[in-house]
């Protein structure tokens, strides 16, 4: 693991919407050595006991970038930093990202929800193959993001809950839509597990890869204090059940590896 721990500058803060921050912060060693998937963890203030985790959205030779959402005390209280504050935080970290496929093969597909995007930017920005994307958020006063994706996607397609912006539909039934009607090699996927869950499970007659990031509580963010166990066909350390950690063996899994 190539983690370090540091103290990172905020070069940049601005609100995507109520709630969802999008901060750059100055780390030339993270930005070089993270690849998509990966995590940083993040001391939030005295007060909070726990780190969270915060998925790298994405990097420049010198920074990187985090979307926070505010779920709880802890992204509240990143919520609230500012310019010129500095962030005590761990990383890269996370034992497997999204993986690299070949760049002459066909395209692949991102799908997305809520916040879950994020992360989704990094795997766009660094894929040699050509990029497509399906977002998908509750309400159009939740979207964020589309002219990021559209700087490195070929298509990227929106759909809402309620059809209040795009398509109107969940994210994994317009993605099944989409990955039966065209050729893709494989999906990178990131949102909540129910998502997930049911992306994995439309997806599993098209015999299509699917790649999804799962968030899970961690505690130390290190594979130390097992916190962040997940139900897996194939555990890692020699677990007995068959339990992986996120942490140190994910975050990204092959979708077919969990229990969902």
């Not at 969270?52 to 505010?70: D, F, G, H, Q, Y």
């Not at 994020?118 to 006063?141: H, I, N, W, Y």
Request: negative net charge; hydrophobic residues 40%.
């Amino acid at each position: 693991m190539n983690a370090v721990h540091e103290q990172c500058l905020i070069l940049s803060r601005r609100v995507l919407r109520t709630g969802v921050v999008d901060l750059s912060l100055y780390s030339e060693y993270i930005a070089e050595h993270a690849v998509p998937g990966q995590f940083v963890h993040i001391k939030c203030g005295e007060s909070a006991l726990l780190r969270r985790p915060i998925s790298i959205c994405n990097t420049t030779k010198s920074s990187i970038r985090l979307v926070i959402e505010v779920v709880g005390l802890g992204t509240e209280w990143l919520y609230e930093r500012s310019v010129g504050e500095t962030l005590d935080l761990i990383g890269p970290l996370g034992g497997k990202g999204f993986p690299d496929l070949d760049p002459e093969g066909s395209p692949i597909l991102l799908v997305g929800g809520g916040c879950g995007v994020a992360p989704l930017l990094f795997a766009a920005a660094r894929s040699k193959c050509q990029v497509d994307a399906v977002m998908g958020f509750s309400t159009a006063e939740k979207v964020i993001m589309v002219q990021d994706f559209e700087q490195y996607c070929s298509k990227v397609t929106i759909c809402t809950d309620d059809g209040s912006a795009g398509v109107h539909s969940n994210v994994a039934a317009l993605a099944y839509e989409m990955l039966s009607k065209n050729r893709y090699a494989a999906v990178f996927s990131c949102g909540n597990m129910e998502m997930l869950k049911s992306l994995s499970g439309a997806l599993f007659g098209l015999r299509i890869p699917c790649y999804v990031s799962l968030s899970e509580r961690m505690g130390c963010g290190l594979g130390a204090c097992k916190v962040c166990a997940t139900k897996t066909k194939k555990p890692d350390d020699g677990d007995a059940h068959n339990y992986s950690h996120v942490c140190s063996y994910g975050p990204v899994y092959d979708a077919s590896e969990v229990v969902w």
